[in-house]
């Protein structure tokens, strides 16, 4: 499905991205799996990749900071001579209650998801403008849809980098390029892990399919949107929550 | 320099040579948009082997200023 591609993921030392990676590589796309603090996990990926005949390579890089994702991109392009696709998929949490939620907290998680995520699309444009093509999935969340009690700062984030893909697919709409958001529901994961099982027990009742989701659910809607068969689909937030927000 | 700029916007835009001018300004005469201009910038900096930042476009709306915008570059023919 994604034969010769080249895909740019960030945050895939991890979690859902990592299984991005893993996924895109196995339907054959050239997959650069971007980390910031995860390298050893990283590097793993990469190994299992290529050992299972994919290809990959990891480029350590924190996408806050502009110059550093002007880095990973330039590192893609010149390594694999394009790039196809990009998952902003590097993400953080620093949940609080509004009252207890310091300044900092804010600020961190805005300039990682939010600001990581137009730091990337400002510097892959150039790139995706010279092939008339290009395939951008924007990892947004159901809370910054619906809102979470002690993730304003998430929520902020994550309804954010919505603005972001809707403005970027009519920017670039007439050039090739698709943006495209996911929003996750309760997915497991490390960072879904750190609940208790009351609080998992509560999140199960409002999910339709009675299960939590996995990464490879989001992974399979992520492939899909950076195949060629979405190429009519730009735009749109695709929730992946079993029906959660219902 | 001034055939090769025309060529490129010939392609980039799909309009005939014979409407541009010297004194012709992309936006009034031809309808080019800010996209349009992005990509024939990236295509000018490929042909003449130059950088072309974004923010030192403002100023040019016509071809004479692009020749004159190259020159001060250092780009001769």
């Known amino acids: 499905m994604l034969k010769e591609k080249v895909a740019v993921i960030t945050g895939a030392g991890r979690g859902i991205g990592r299984e991005i990676a893993k996924t895109f590589a196995g339907y054959g796309a050239k997959v650069v799996v971007n980390y910031n603090g995860s390298e050893a996990n990283a590097n793993e990926l990469v190994a299992e990749i290529t050992e299972a005949g994919g290809i990959a390579c990891a480029y350590k890089a924190d996408v806050s900071d502009f110059s550093e994702a002007e880095g990973l991109m330039k590192f893609a392009a010149e390594q694999y001579g394009r790039i196809d696709i990009l998952v902003n998929n590097a993400g953080i949490t620093r949940d609080n209650l509004m009252l207890g939620m310091k300044e900092e907290d804010f600020d961190q998680v805005i300039r990682v998801n939010l600001k990581g995520t137009f730091n990337c699309i400002r510097h892959v444009y150039r790139q995706m403008m010279k092939q008339r093509y290009g395939r951008i999935i924007n990892m947004s969340s159901v809370v910054g849809m619906e809102g979470n009690a002690g993730q304003v700062n998430y929520a902020a984030s994550k309804a954010g980098v919505i603005g972001i893909t809707k403005s970027v697919a009519k920017e670039l709409g007439s050039r090739g390029i698709t943006a495209n958001a996911i929003a996750p529901g309760f997915i497991k994961t490390d960072m879904t892990d750190a609940l208790n099982d009351k609080q998992k027990a509560a999140m199960l009742d409002h999910i339709s399919v009675k299960r939590l989701g996995e990464v490879s659910d989001v992974a399979e809607t992520a492939a899909f949107l950076a195949s060629d068969k979405a190429s009519y689909i730009t735009g749109q937030v695709i929730k992946v929550d079993g029906g959660m927000s219902l | ?77």
């Open chain 2, 1 to 77: 320099m001034f055939e090769k700029i025309k060529a490129i916007f010939e392609e980039q835009l799909g309009v005939s040579q014979d409407e541009m001018s010297l004194d012709t300004n992309f936006k009034d005469d031809l309808g080019v948009d800010s996209l349009d201009l992005y990509e024939i910038v990236m295509k000018m900096e490929d042909e003449f082997d130059v950088e072309i930042p974004a923010e030192e476009l403002e100023d040019v709306a016509t071809f004479e200023d692009v020749i004159n915008y190259l020159k001060s570059k250092g780009v001769e023919e």
